[in-house]
C-alpha cells in the first residue's frame, strides 16, 4: 500500500505541466494536504496545504528531489523524496494542531520572526559596538533556526 503511494506521488509529479498545483496525498493524518507544483525552473516545489478559520493557505516545504531514497525520512542535499516531505508535513500539521486555539501557524511563524530579528539585531549591534561587520550567513542562520524549531515544536517565518 505504502509503494502504490509513493509510486502514485512519482507519476503525479512526472505529469505535472505548468504552473497548475496537484494533491499528492490528502487527508494527512493531522489534517491538510501535500501538493505540488513545477516551477518556470522545471524544479518542483512541495507544499502543505492546509485552513484555518475557513482560509485555505500553502506552506511552501521545498523542492522535490526524485533521486532521494525512497524511504529516507530527512531530506537530502538536493531536496526532499516522498516520505520526507510526508514527514515534514506530518511536523507541520502537528505544529499547526498545537496552535489553532492562538492563531495557528502562520502566527508562530510570526513570532519566530519577531525573535530571530531581535537575536540578529543584538548580534549587529554588539559586532558594530566591537568595530567588526555584520556576520554572514544571516538567512541561512535563520532558515536553519526555522527547520530545527520546527521540527521540535516550534514554527518559523519566511522571508
Given at each position: 500500500?505504502?509503494k ?6 512519482a507519476?503525479?509529479?512526472?505529469s505535472l ?13 493531522r ?6 507544483r ?31 531514497p525512497?524511504?529516507?525520512l530527512?531530506?537530502?542535499?538536493r ?42 539585531s ?11 561587520s555584520?556576520?554572514?550567513?544571516c ?9 530545527s ?9 519566511s522571508?
Amino acid at each position: 500500500m505504502a509503494k502504490d503511494l509513493l509510486s502514485a506521488a512519482a507519476a503525479a509529479i512526472q505529469s505535472l505541466d505548468g504552473s497548475a498545483f496537484v494533491t499528492l496525498h490528502s487527508l494527512l493524518d493531522r489534517g491538510g494536504a501535500l501538493q505540488a507544483r513545477k516551477l518556470a525552473n522545471g524544479a518542483v516545489q512541495l507544499y502543505w496545504r492546509y485552513s484555518f478559520a475557513g482560509k485555505t493557505s500553502r506552506e511552501p516545504i521545498g523542492i522535490y528531489d526524485p533521486t532521494a531514497p525512497p524511504k529516507k525520512l530527512q531530506p537530502t542535499v538536493r531536496g526532499y523524496g516522498i516520505v520526507a516531505v510526508l514527514e515534514k508535513c506530518r511536523a507541520l500539521a502537528e505544529v499547526h494542531v498545537e496552535l489553532a486555539d492562538t492563531g495557528e501557524l502562520q502566527e508562530a511563524k510570526a513570532k519566530t520572526r519577531k525573535a530571530f530579528l531581535a537575536k540578529k539585531s543584538e548580534v549587529t549591534e554588539k559586532s558594530t559596538r566591537a568595530g567588526s561587520s555584520q556576520p554572514r550567513g544571516c538567512a541561512r542562520d535563520f532558515s536553519e533556526a526555522c527547520n530545527s524549531s520546527v521540527a521540535v515544536g516550534g514554527s518559523c517565518a519566511s522571508g
